[in-house]
């Protein structure tokens, strides 16, 4: 065996152990790197996952296709409770294995922000990317996640939790207590006599 061959020996586990993903080309070729190539099959994560519950970033967790997707394509869900098209809404996102965050619709501040944003006058409502779409339209939103690269079939981790709604607009500060008058001087008088 060549000098060469024996210092590749010896490098590529070393290489390998810092990789973060493995991967399998067109070709049939297997890579590995720290982030795999765009059109590159059968990605695995190596090494161990951080969980959410360990307070590591969740995302990591996901499946190579679906973190690109929500890297440049976020999903987040404005709905509100007691609304049945919301809970369709959120039920669409979940089997279409779509990692999104919610904001609840619910006070005057809510409502107001989700105006600002161009979300109109009815729920629920998904934004995929900075493209809006009113109302629950299982069609059209499922185009706009194909369209945003969020792939079908492919499933979330098991242990994947959907984090909980946030309200849209942050909470109003609590009303300011008047100012206290200032203590009276002693020996002061009222300027009359």
């Not at 190539?37 to 990605?43: C, G, N, Q, T």
């Not at 909980?164 to 001087?185: D, G, I, K, Y």
Request: aromatic share 8%; proline share 13%; charged share 15%.
């Amino acid at each position: 065996m060549s000098l060469r061959a024996v210092a590749l020996l010896l490098i590529l586990p070393a290489c390998c152990a810092q990789a973060q993903y493995k991967w399998t080309d067109r070709d049939g070729q297997i890579g590995y790197g720290d982030q795999a190539p765009r059109d590159a099959l059968h990605v695995e994560r190596l090494g161990p996952v951080a969980s959410q519950s360990e307070g590591g970033d969740a995302s990591e967790q996901l499946p190579f296709e679906i973190r690109q997707a929500a890297r440049n394509f976020p999903v987040v869900l404005y709905a509100s409770s007691n609304c049945p098209p919301c809970d369709d809404a959120r039920a669409f996102l979940k089997s279409r294995a779509v990692p999104f965050t919610e904001r609840s619709v619910a006070t005057r501040q809510d409502i107001e922000a989700y105006r600002q944003l161009g979300g109109g006058e009815q729920l629920p409502a998904v934004a995929v990317g900075r493209r809006i779409l009113p109302t629950f339209d299982p069609s059209a939103w499922g185009e706009a996640l194909a369209n945003a690269g969020y792939p079908q079939g492919i499933p979330l981790p098991p242990n994947w939790q959907w984090p909980a709604a946030t309200p849209l607009a942050p909470a109003a500060p609590p009303p300011a207590a008047p100012p206290a008058a200032p203590p009276a001087a002693e020996g002061a008088t009222s300027g009359q006599n």
